[in-house]
């Protein structure tokens, strides 16, 4: 559907690697980061602890030899002497590791007991056994994200058959804010003003020549998101990917997360309708069992 008058909104030039790569090696299908970095603009809240969860997002997506205290100075743009006391900062409270002989820095699992309680929150464990079964059910990739407060979209978990088709994306990784298919699954429920103040500061990127990049393009494509139950992505995000993605709602009613299912666009195309229909009904039980609030106009 496209809007006969399109708004004409200022448009940011793609950038030189996409943000996902899908491959093939003749067995099974990948999807990669295509991006060199995983860094995201700073909050601008508390600079120093900004730049600490910059280092930490940084080593959770690099390979180990890329971890020296040069590379992650060179890119994450912090002098050499602060990122040295941050590291070491972390490093002293169990978050890091340092290998003397290699010179680099990877995380610790110490981390995780910082965040221990996250690891056992009933609604992730109910979300991870519906989706456990879509993956054996169906035979392809879903990861689970959540909305940041920057409007991004956290890696927070992925399932797949590395048979046949691996999502090779790090926990950490984030999708922007116009990520087609979680973009859509966010949006098509809330209500018509927190849209409109969503495009309010929206700049297009042109990911593929696929690509929606007018207002009234992406607002048709989430009214039919909320006429068919379910957002859709046809190789807008990433080429020769199809994209299928349902929002998760919390008690409260707004969307706590977003399961998203991908796969080449021929597979996907000839099972959209199964897969679509499975996820419906997986997200109608993690509903059920965590007592969400829906909104009036998403599809039972």
Known sequence: MKSPRPTVTPMQEPSSQAPEKLSHDGTHWTVTSGVGEGGKPGLGLVPALDKAIAVIEYLNWQPAEET????????????????HSILKTLQEHGWLRFDERAKTYALHPGLLGSVSKLLSIPMIDIIRTEIAGLVNAIGLPFVLSQPMPDQTFMLIDKFHDPMRMEVSLPIGFRYPRDASAQMRAYLAWLPEEKVQTWFDD???????????????????????????GYARSRAEFTDGLMAIALPIFGRSGDVVFIINCSAPIDVMSALEVEVSTAMRVAVAEIHQQTLARLPENFRR
């Open 68 to 83: 020296t205290l040069a590379n992650i100075s060179s890119a994450l743009k912090i002098t050499k002497s602060h990122c």
């Open 202 to 228: 929206w700049t297009p990127v042109q990911y593929t020549a696929a690509t929606l990049t007018t207002q009234d393009e992406v607002v048709a494509e989430l009214q039919a998101s909320r006429q068919r």
